[in-house]
């Protein structure tokens, strides 16, 4: 079977579970559980012969021998016995439950999984596979997963900007379902690259370093990772399950490439002795931070300054609010300005993300030694948001879009940038003179403001004033927040 057949049958069988109630998110864990259990049962065979340290009782042979109620019930075992593993086998089984309530579509997915031969694939087509689905799942607005996954095309620039080199480390301290490391493998595997042996294993094993706190998504992580050869099937998992602004994990990285979650405010639950939850403002007690905030966007900023090594490079995606946001905000950017090297900020247009009322930006800046010396010279700002307009279903963000911003921002040479209309440089001087030291700086004219006759189709135009409207109602939802504490 060809690649493009086997991926028309595996999109059939989900419509199929669809009409029963099982979403894309779903059959996504579902399709996790089995097809690792597979390609370990085909890594177990010659010629590879590998330990894969699944327990016999637990092994494909074992599913695909049962069908009916029986299989039901020790697919059940399976998962919870392998949720209680170390390793890798503990990550991807980790908490994991059966969401097909049918035995006889759970056998036919069985059915479906051992008729291939998964490891003789490429890994192109595995990895678009599972890449597909989970942009599937992205668009399924109910299932809440598109706060998970980032634009590919906005990946592929950022990276291209970046040029991360081989035998260097890179983190994602919110690294949903792995777009930004996957974005970076390419990068790294392109065609020309010629890495050698020890490289090539660095990169499978030692390059990535992420975090992910929600189960279920790092699973989905852990396993498009894997399929893309990343990390190894007997291995620690690459990915761990903990919140990374909980504490300075004490290592430290060559690269850092994040979209931290959206949502200003971090906040755990609390259960009153009434049983009533109520969700209190979390703030993250940290030696190593310059300011105190409930500000999740902001806490993360510090955190990847943090883990930067002296040297190090990120570029982060982050909201409108922490460009001109005032106290802990405005202290923040005038740290930020003056111990690293912030050099590049990429106004985003709205219409590109899942999560509705997101007005986002991407900044680039450089770690540097502390040694009391102000590291920003000035910033240059590529504005791509002004009469821009995407949406998701009719003008998706294609990689032609940001192409002329890669050209402007020079990645073999940072010094010989020249400016553009939507390409502008703003010293030291000037940023910080501006109020709060803002950096929500605009100079286009916003052709739509004065001419009626010249506006964006309707459905465009549709979604900009709900993207609008979401920001606004999310800014009064954070004031309301802050006059309730």
Known sequence: MNASTLVQKVWNFCHTLRDDGVGYGDYLEQLTYLLFLKLAHEYSEPPYNRNTHIPKSCDWTTLRSRTGEPLEAHYLSVLHKLGQEPGMLGAIFFKAQNKIQDPAKLARLVQMIDAERWISLDTDTKGDLYE????KNA??????????FTPR???EAMVACVQPAPMKTIADPAC???????????????????LNKRQKEFLRDQTFHGNEIVPGTRRMCLMNLFLHNIGELDGEP???RTDALISDPGKRFDYVLANPPFGKKSSMTITNEDGDEDRDALTYQRQDFWETTSNKQLNFLQHIVTILK???????VLPDNVLFEGGAGEKIRRKLLETCDVHTLLRLPTGIFYAQGVKANVLFFDARPKDGRAHTKGVWIYDLRTNMHFTLKTRQLKPADLQ?????????????????ERFRHFSHETLVARDKASLDIFWLKDDSLGKLDDLPPPDVLQQEIIEHLEAALQSFRDVAAGLAR
Do not use: M
């Open 132 to 135: 597909g689905l989970l942009q």
């Open 310 to 316: 002296d040297n190090g490079q990120a570029a982060v």
């Open 139 to 148: 668009e399924d607005t109910k299932s809440g997963a598109g706060q998970y």
């Open 153 to 155: 095309a906005l990946i």
């Open 404 to 420: 002329d911003f890669i050209t402007c921002y020079r990645p073999d040479n940072r010094h010989a940038r020249v400016e553009t």
């Open 238 to 240: 690459l990915v761990e």
């Open 176 to 194: 949903g379902t792995g777009g930004f490391f996957l974005g970076a493998y390419n990068w790294l595997n392109r065609p020309g690259a010629n």
